[in-house]
């Protein structure tokens, strides 16, 4: 069709209504997006102004905010920081994803050391794509593709030559966190974030069986509870001190540091957040490692 027979079609009153239909409708999801953060950040305020637990200055919960994480862990960690300040600025994150939405990637654009394990090998390749372009960036971090297991992860952490006392260590590997996290005791990061199964109830302990061959099925069989961590953490010298509210991850903090900072008692009855999936939302912009210099 010629130039001259298009606009002439387009003329015709039912197809100039069909194609104003057609263009709101390719509007929609943008517009459906906006609706749906809106939606979650007024649930989120309501949620807190109407629990007395949220307004207590000792929980974490009140800081969570999201600039690369998926559950508002950024604004958590950077509270625990401020209370507990920090040493060598060096994290360790195990299962990072494509570096650009995890827990660490923040402090890696701020200035902080790092290493990043990653079994996905497409995740690792898109890592180093992006930190190609930010060559100061990545003279901070050591990427390895690995598979962590409780049998290997003491030595690849030795082969990374991640000292055994750094800052933060962040783990979320679906079925096997909790065994790997054991499979560690001489590891003394300052602090800990560990993805936890917010379906078990707070007072039971529960670890899912290691598997070394199977990959998480998507179902609510995955990990361990809140309790179980709990007495792990309690086991190595830990103490949890809060979980995010959407009942993703917990955060322990090495007892030589609790001093009067947080919220006890540091049970899982008193920190357990239960499963609110569906509060956590993704910007608008696409995610990039960002370079920033101090």
Request: hydrophobic share 40%; glycine share 6%.
């Amino acid at each position: 069709m010629n130039k001259w027979l298009m606009r002439l079609y387009y003329k015709i009153p039912i197809i100039r209504e069909l194609n104003r239909i057609h263009n709101r409708f390719d509007a929609f999801p943008g517009h459906q997006r906006i609706i749906q953060t809106s939606a979650v950040i007024q649930a989120i305020e309501a949620l807190k102004a109407g629990n007395e637990r949220y307004r207590n200055p000792k929980r974490l919960l009140t800081h969570g905010a999201q600039y690369f994480s998926q559950n508002y862990e950024d604004g958590m960690i950077a509270e625990i920081f401020r209370r507990i300040s920090t040493t060598n600025k060096t994290f360790l994150e195990i299962g990072v994803g494509d570096g650009t939405e995890n827990n660490t990637a923040v402090l890696l654009a701020t200035g902080w050391r790092g290493f990043w394990l990653e079994g996905d090998s497409a995740s690792c390749q898109a890592i180093e794509c992006r930190l190609k372009k930010i060559p100061d960036t990545a003279a901070r971090i050591k990427l390895r593709q690995a598979i962590l297991r409780p049998d290997n992860a003491a030595a690849l952490l030795a082969d990374l030559e991640v000292p055994k006392e750094i800052d933060l260590f962040s783990l979320d590997i679906d079925l096997n966190t909790y065994h790997v996290w054991a499979a560690l005791p001489d590891f003394r990061p300052r602090v800990v974030v560990v993805e936890y199964n917010a379906a078990i109830p707070p007072t039971e302990p529960w670890v899912h069986p290691l598997h070394t061959d199977k990959l998480w099925d998507l179902t609510k069989a995955f990990g361990a509870s809140l309790k179980s961590f709990e007495l792990l953490g309690r086991e190595f010298g830990y103490s949890l001190v809060g979980c995010d509210i959407t009942g993703n991850n917990a955060f322990f903090i090495r007892n030589d540091l609790l001093s009067d900072h947080f919220s006890d008692p540091f049970t899982a009855e008193n920190h357990y957040e239960p499963p609110r999936y569906g509060l956590c939302f993704h910007h608008g912009h696409n995610s990039i490692i960002l370079p920033v210099k101090n």
